[in-house]
């Protein structure tokens, strides 16, 4: 499976959307403490949200071990984990990428 940047892009602005309520409120101290307020609650938020998905996809494959059920509720879980996980994994190499480009900008 391919992850979309444009996949994350929308999933980064949905939770930009649900913690928009929070910087709203924190504006009053100041614009540059409610930014990184808000930007610490969205990365939050995200990486609770993968973990769930992914815990709730060994929960589904467990059950299904145990009580044989549903085969396209196990495939559907296991792939939303599946996803996340690709998300993840797409999204830290490109924070590592954009460290990498400042350590090589001159000064």
Same mark, same amino acid.
């Given at each position: 499976?391919?992850? !979309?940047?444009?996949?994350?892009?929308?999933?980064?602005?949905?939770?930009?959307?649900?913690?928009?309520?929070? &910087? !709203?409120?924190?504006?009053?101290?100041?614009?540059?403490? =409610?930014?990184?307020?808000?930007? #610490?609650?969205?990365?939050?938020? &995200?990486? !609770? =949200?993968?973990?769930?998905?992914?815990?709730?996809?060994?929960?589904? #494959?467990?059950? &299904?071990?145990?009580?044989?059920?549903?085969?396209?509720?196990?495939?559907?879980?296991?792939? =939303?984990?599946?996803?996340?996980?690709?998300?993840?994994?797409?999204?830290?190499?490109?924070?590592?990428?954009?460290?990498?480009?400042?350590?090589?900008?001159?000064?």
């Amino acid at each position: 499976m391919d992850v !979309k940047i444009v996949n994350a892009a929308a999933a980064y602005a949905a939770q930009q959307l649900k913690g928009g309520a929070a &910087a !709203k409120g924190a504006a009053a101290s100041g614009a540059e403490a =409610s930014t990184q307020a808000s930007f #610490s609650n969205v990365l939050n938020s &995200a990486l !609770k =949200s993968s973990v769930e998905t992914a815990q709730r996809g060994e929960a589904v #494959s467990m059950q &299904a071990l145990v009580n044989p059920g549903d085969l396209g509720q196990v495939v559907t879980a296991v792939t =939303s984990a599946e996803i996340t996980m690709q998300t993840v994994v797409a999204v830290r190499d490109r924070v590592v990428q954009a460290y990498q480009d400042i350590l090589r900008m001159p000064i």
